[in-house]
């Protein structure tokens, strides 16, 4: 059997970074966390961590942290269930989570702040590209996340969410510049224009150009603009053109006055929403609250 001591200071030294920030966090000297991780590892038989300038889990130190954070929900859902002294109140759970911005911005919090709210979740967000955020689950940081990849990890499943549709816009002024003197989009007076990019992850514009124009890693000038509202400015007052998602455009206001420059010519982005194959109760009932929000605002 585990011992829980060494158990809560391997998660301790992963969730925060080193043994020193693990040590503060547990009230404990930094041998005694030392001590606890090389027991851990010798009753094991193998190494959990990477130790260097960062410390990293190993693949069993990975699926030891997962399934610590299992059991911390486990317990949560246990003491929510027991009768509680007059006045007292259930503890909280922290939950991570990594999610793209837009589903983050559009459906995901309306859909899920109520069953946080009922089994007193609080979420730690790590916002990631959607073709990204399925290494933290692998990493064992996380219980479940957005992901784009269909495929589960051993473990997992991967549930189908439903297509967030991307439309290639710009302010109305840019698009134009954009046309020939038929009035047509022309890619050459496109690619001179510069995109608006949310980060080095982001690879809509890419799979734009790829898919309508069949290029291939083009070079165009490129801002990057890690912040959905910043994001959203810099299209409107004609930085460059950019890839936005339908839920937004039909929400936009005169604040985003936005064109398409091919009309009806998209980019779909399949979203899965991967989680663990036995979770707790709790963790149960978020991924349904997932299910249900994706199923109320994605495309089918």
């Given at each position: 059997?585990?011992?829980?001591?060494?158990?809560?200071?391997?998660?301790?030294?992963?969730?925060?970074?080193?043994?020193?920030?693990?040590?503060?966090?547990?009230?404990?000297?930094?041998?005694?966390?030392?001590?606890?991780?090389?027991g851990l590892e010798a009753a094991l038989g193998q190494r959990?961590?990477?130790?260097?300038?960062?410390?990293?889990?190993?693949?069993?130190?990975?699926?030891?942290?997962?399934?610590?954070?299992?059991?911390?929900?486990?317990?949560?859902?246990?003491?929510?269930?027991?009768?509680?002294?007059?006045?007292?109140?259930?503890?909280?759970?922290?939950?991570?989570?990594?999610?793209?911005?837009?589903?983050?911005?559009?459906?995901?919090?309306?859909?899920?702040?109520?069953?946080?709210?009922?089994?007193?979740?609080?979420?730690?967000?790590?916002?990631?590209?959607?073709?990204?955020?399925?290494?933290?689950?692998?990493?064992?940081?996380?219980?479940?996340?957005?992901?784009?990849?269909?495929?589960?990890?051993?473990?997992?499943?991967?549930?189908?969410?439903?297509?967030?549709?991307?439309?290639?816009?710009?302010?109305?002024?840019?698009?134009?510049q954009c046309r020939d003197s038929t009035g047509v989009v022309?890619?050459?007076?496109?690619?001179?224009?510069?995109?608006?990019?949310?980060?080095?992850?982001?690879?809509?514009?890419?799979?734009?150009?790829?898919?309508?124009?069949?290029?291939?890693?083009?070079?165009?000038?490129?801002?990057?603009?890690?912040?959905?509202?910043?994001?959203?400015?810099?299209?409107?007052?004609?930085?460059?053109?950019?890839?936005?998602h339908e839920q937004l455009l039909a929400q936009r206001s005169?604040?985003?006055?936005?064109?398409?420059?091919?009309?009806?010519?998209?980019?779909?982005?399949?979203?899965?929403?991967?989680?663990?194959?036995?979770?707790?109760?709790?963790?149960?009932?978020?991924?349904?609250?997932?299910?249900?929000?994706?199923?109320?605002?994605?495309?089918?």
């Amino acid at each position: 059997m585990l011992d829980a001591k060494q158990l809560e200071a391997l998660v301790a030294v992963l969730e925060q970074g080193g043994f020193g920030p693990a040590a503060q966090a547990l009230n404990l000297t930094l041998a005694a966390i030392s001590l606890r991780i090389k027991g851990l590892e010798a009753a094991l038989g193998q190494r959990l961590l990477v130790r260097g300038k960062t410390v990293r889990a190993t693949p069993a130190g990975q699926a030891l942290l997962a399934h610590a954070k299992q059991l911390r929900l486990m317990e949560a859902d246990l003491l929510g269930n027991l009768p509680r002294a007059p006045g007292g109140a259930a503890r909280c759970q922290s939950l991570g989570l990594p999610i793209n911005a837009d589903s983050l911005a559009s459906w995901f919090l309306p859909g899920v702040a109520a069953r946080l709210a009922d089994e007193r979740l609080l979420l730690d967000v790590v916002i990631d590209d959607q073709d990204h955020t399925h290494d933290a689950l692998q990493s064992g940081d996380v219980l479940g996340c957005v992901s784009a990849l269909a495929r589960p990890m051993r473990g997992c499943l991967a549930e189908p969410l439903g297509v967030m549709r991307y439309h290639c816009v710009a302010a109305p002024a840019l698009v134009q510049q954009c046309r020939d003197s038929t009035g047509v989009v022309s890619v050459h007076r496109l690619l001179a224009q510069p995109a608006v990019i949310f980060d080095r992850k982001d690879g809509l514009q890419d799979a734009f150009l790829a898919q309508y124009f069949g290029l291939v890693s083009p070079a165009y000038p490129r801002h990057f603009v890690p912040a959905v509202d910043a994001f959203e400015s810099a299209l409107a007052h004609g930085m460059g053109w950019g890839m936005v998602h339908e839920q937004l455009l039909a929400q936009r206001s005169p604040r985003l006055p936005l064109e398409e420059l091919l009309p009806g010519r998209t980019v779909d982005v399949a979203l899965y929403w991967h989680h663990w194959e036995h979770e707790p109760a709790s963790a149960q009932r978020l991924t349904q609250a997932v299910k249900q929000a994706a199923l109320a605002v994605l495309t089918r």
